[in-house]
């Protein structure tokens, strides 16, 4: 049974799932690849990017590889390279079916807040990185003085995240939201 004829982005062949009433998977199927798209030309892998925006356009976030796979019309293998890179970077985690030896990969809660968080540890490293590096070349010198502000931004970057991650997670509060 296709995507089309279950009207749940592939998975109304599961026991127990009702297909969605009333959603047009011709356009989540555009939107997915618009988005995907959008994170594509952001700088992320296009393969990343489809299963993402798949995973996102699913009511519980979670699909297996054979549900991305039919839904996207991609390879299992190019579904597992996007689960890694999408792993790797603290987008998606990986959970076993009950009863079952397939996995499942869904977006972590709070996912922006997530993904951001480990932005911050990488900017961590960098900083860290960048100041030995201008040690090592010399403050004084045209590319020390790079690094140094390069590694300065890092840190004002850093302080911002957390205050602005702080204020998002007020917000939420405010709205209500999940």
Do not use: C
Request: charged share 30%; no cysteine.
């Amino acid at each position: 049974m296709s995507s089309e004829t279950t009207g749940t982005g592939g998975r109304g062949h599961e026991p127990g799932r009702e297909p969605e009433q009333g959603r047009d998977e011709h356009a989540v199927s555009r939107f997915v690849e618009r988005f995907a798209a959008d994170m594509t030309e952001a700088g992320m892998q296009r393969m990343a990017s489809r299963v993402f925006a798949a995973l996102l356009a699913d009511d519980d976030g979670s699909m297996t590889s054979a549900e991305l796979s039919e839904q996207l019309q991609i390879s299992p293998a190019a579904v597992s390279g996007a689960i890694n890179y999408l792993t790797q970077v603290s987008m998606v985690g990986r959970e076993r079916d009950p009863g079952s030896r397939r996995d499942r990969y869904r977006l972590h809660n709070e996912i922006w807040y997530a993904t951001f968080a480990s932005r911050d540890r990488v900017l961590t490293r960098w900083e860290h990185t960048l100041r030995e590096g201008a040690q090592t070349l010399g403050q004084d010198t045209p590319a020390g003085a790079r690094l140094t502000e390069t590694a300065e931004f890092f840190e004002f970057l850093q302080t911002e995240l957390v205050d602005l991650m702080d204020r998002w997670r007020d917000y939420r509060k405010k709205f209500d939201l999940p």
